[in-house]
């Protein structure tokens, strides 16, 4: 079956820290991968995605990298702010399926 | 464009009572998602639509739970009757292609 593992949190972090959020995940198929990024009281926010093996998406500053030889899609960030503060959520789509698996999720904290 | 609109954005009833969530997708919005995010955990799919009809509603406690998407436009969840367990937030999203959503606020529901 299809699933989505990350790394537990909290995270706390001081700012222009160097930040990485562990992502593997496991499917059937081949499937489409994303991080959402969820801010207090707010809805789920697309940030960015990849759907082949070797894309690299990107999005205000944030990379992650698909990995199919380790079926990891892990985001980075080179120098995170005060602002980035939030939850991330790393998910999962098949190309040939409909339905979208999310990880728990990692909250993160940025400090000044 | 505008985005997701859900109503309300919060909703505190007792158990064995009933509520019902609304959400608006973008316009030109074929697919629409109803997901339940409990604290801590990743959204949990409920049910997805392709215009009017159901894709996937395998995770849905259909004897309590309904959903419709009439017109192929505005959606409705309905709880009938709430247990505790339900206290959560109902999330809805909606999407052009089944590999990318757009999630609106949520729905924060507390069942006391």
């Known amino acids: 079956g299809n699933s989505v593992t990350q790394m537990e949190g909290p995270v706390t972090l001081s700012e222009e820290a160097f930040l990485t959020i562990n992502c593997t995940y496991t499917a059937t198929g081949y499937p489409s991968l994303f991080w959402y990024v969820q801010y207090p009281g707010e809805g789920l926010q697309l940030l960015l995605k990849?759907?082949?093996?070797?894309d690299k998406g990107s999005n205000k500053g944030f990379e992650a990298t698909y990995r199919k030889e380790t079926t990891s899609f892990h985001l980075e960030k080179g120098s995170v702010q005060v602002s980035d503060s939030a939850v991330y959520f790393c998910?999962?789509?098949?190309?040939?399926?409909?339905?979208?698996?999310f990880g728990t999720g990692t909250s993160l904290t940025v400090i000044p | 464009e505008a985005g997701v609109a859900q109503s309300p954005r919060y909703k505190i009833i007792e158990k064995r009572q009933s509520v019902a969530f609304w959400c608006n997708p973008i316009s030109g919005h074929a697919t629409l998602y109803w997901y339940q995010q409990i604290l801590g955990q990743g959204p949990k799919l409920l049910i997805q639509?392709?215009?009017?009809?159901?894709?996937?509603d395998s995770q849905l406690p259909k004897d309590r739970f309904s959903a419709e998407r009439l017109k192929g436009v505005d959606s409705t969840l309905k709880i009938q009757p709430a247990k505790l367990e339900d206290s959560a937030v109902y999330l809805c999203?909606?999407?052009?292609?089944?590999?990318?959503?757009?999630f609106g606020p949520g729905t924060r529901l507390t069942v006391l």
């Open positions: 639509f392709q215009n009017n009809g159901v894709v996937d």
């Open positions: 990849a759907t082949k093996a070797d």
């Open positions: 998910a999962l789509v098949e190309l040939t399926g409909n339905q979208f698996y």
């Open positions: 999203a909606s999407g052009r292609r089944t590999d990318t959503q757009y």
